[in-house]
C-alpha cells in the first residue's frame, strides 16, 4: 500500500546488521524454533499495522458520511477486519517480493524476512491466507461489491504496484497509489452497496494526496532507493524537479477537496477543515519548494515536516468528514 507511516531510523549499520541475522539462520535458527511471542509479533509487522492505520482512517469516516450519521456498528467492526485482512496480506505479499531489496535497504533492514523471524515461504502462505479471508469475509458479511474493491486493490498494490512499476518508473507511487485509495470506495459500498459522486471525489482526493505525501519520505531516504536501483522520483530528479511537482499535486488535491459541499454532500464544518488544512498544507508544500530553489540540502531542507503533515492532514480532512452529517442538528 501506498499510504505510508514509517519510522526513522539512523543511516548506516542495518543492512550490515540485516544481512548478518540472515547469515546466522541456520539450521538451529529455524523462524519456527524463535520465540512464540517474537514470531507473534513478526507476523503482525508483516502486516504494516501503522500503514493500515491510515487506511482505516479515510474508510470509516466515508461509512458516516454515507450513513448521514452513526453506521450500523457491526457492519463498521467486519469492515474494519476486512480491511486490515486484505491490506495487511497484501503488504505482507509486498514483503516477500521486495525482501531482496528490504535487505539492501536501512529502512527496511528489520522487517520480518530480512532479520529471518519469519520464512519467505511463511510469508507468501500467510499473505495469500489472508487475501481469500479478507474477500469471503467481506463477501459473505458485507457486501460482494466491497469485497471486489477489497481485492482489487490488494492485486494493484502487489501486481501493478510491487511487481511492475515500482522498479521500472518514477512514476511508480502516482499510479500504484491507486490501491491506497480504494479503501474510500470500500467504507462508501460497505453502507450503500453502490458507488456516488462523493467517494469519487475523496478517491481523487487521496490520488492527489499520495505523491506529496511519500516524495517528501523519498527525498530523505533517496540513498536508499538508488542502492538498489529503484527509480522513485527525487532518485532520477533534483529536488527543485520533485518540489514543483509536489506543489502541483498538492494544489490539485486542494482544489478536489472543495468539491464535495458544492455537490451537496458536505457543509461549512468541512469545507472550513479543508480550506484550514489546505492552506497550511499549501505553505508547507511552497516553503519546502523555496528551500529546494535556494538549492538547501540536508537537514536544512526540512523535508520530513511536508511528511509528518501529509498525515495530520489527511487524518482532520476524514474526521470533518465523519463529523459534517452531525454539524446541523447540533446547530439548531
Known sequence: ??????????????????????????????????????????????????????????????????????PDLTLVLLTCLGGYMSAGGANALNMYIDRDIDALMDRTSQRPLVTGMVSPRECLVFGITLAVASTLLFGLTVNWLSAWLALGALLFYVVVYTMILKRRTSQNIVWGGIAGCLPVLIGWSS?????????????????????????????????????????MLPVVASNKVVARQIVLYSWVMVAVSLLLTPLGYTGWFYTSVALLAGGFWLWEAHGLQNRAKAEVTGAKLKEMRLFHWSITYVSLLFVAVAVDPFVPALTH
Open 1 to 70: 500500500m501506498c499510504v505510508t507511516a514509517v519510522e526513522s531510523r539512523p543511516a548506516g549499520g542495518g543492512t550490515t546488521h540485516a544481512l548478518k541475522a540472515m547469515g546466522e539462520l541456520g539450521a538451529d535458527q529455524s523462524p519456527a524454533h524463535r520465540p512464540f511471542g517474537a514470531r507473534v509479533k513478526a507476523f503482525v509487522a508483516l502486516t504494516k499495522p501503522r500503514i493500515i492505520e491510515l487506511l482505516l482512517i479515510t474508510t470509516v469516516p466515508v461509512m458516516f458520511l454515507a450513513q448521514q450519521g452513526v
Open 191 to 231: 453502507v450503500t452497496n453502490s458507488m456516488s459522486w462523493a467517494p469519487v471525489i475523496l478517491f481523487l482526493v487521496m490520488f492527489f494526496w499520495t505523491p506529496p505525501h511519500y516524495w517528501p519520505l523519498s527525498m530523505k531516504v533517496k540513498e536508499d532507493y538508488a542502492r538498489v536501483g529503484v527509480p
